[in-house]
């Protein structure tokens, strides 16, 4: 498949390319701790389907770091040991886009203001798992009454689904500034491995990790 590029948008032009980074600040869901607190960067292209000038459809590749991290009053609230968690993601986001200005100006003598407009996100992303790691903060010999991730020894899934949507403010036709958010649908855990022998004292939680971006894009048509 061939794309062609140009400095500005055409009414029946079916095909455009963008790339995108970010910073990508995420939390875990179903761990004892709150917030956005992991900070780390996300990044990638994408190809868009301009179906048609009201709307649009955008597949792409990027990379995605995420993770958990506790705050001090977290640490103390679990006795001084808390855990950090490090994830890094490979992505594949499928999405709706829908431009919120006026579908008749789409020409030179409008000033493309379709195209300059805010337009809204939603959609889904397959995550591919491709490096995790933890480290202990705090008392290393002191183990958690309600194990986070490390103390149930227990694999992350290499695959997962997440919902995302997002606003993308345009400045003008080429770049503009986003925030999207997204959150795990399977999680971090299989779901056999979360029934854990009788003997355990202990319980397991599904881990979902979400995140919110705030970054820019670049889109050449």
Known sequence: MTLGLSAQPE???K?????????NFSQIHGDNYFGYNNAG?????????????KY???VGIGFSQEGAIPTLQEVDEEGGNATILKLSMVEIPLLFNY??????ATRKKNNHALYRSTI???GLKLN?????????????????????YTEADIEFQDFDFAVVAGVSVQMGLKFSAFIQHSLSLRGLYK??????PEALTFEVSQLRPYSLTIGGKVTLY
């Open 191 to 196: 779901p056999d491995d979360l029934e854990l």
């Open 99 to 104: 431009r919120l200005g006026d579908a008749k």
């Open 11 to 13: 009414r029946n032009q």
């Open 120 to 122: 809204l996100q939603a």
């Open 15 to 23: 095909f455009a390319a963008a790339a995108f980074i970010g910073a």
């Open 56 to 58: 649009f459809f955008s």
């Open 41 to 53: 960067v996300r990044f990638g292209i994408e190809t868009q389907y301009l179906w048609k000038p």
């Open 128 to 148: 591919r798992l491709v490096g995790s790691r933890t480290r202990n903060r705090g008392f290393f010999n002191q183990l958690l009454l309600d194990p986070v």
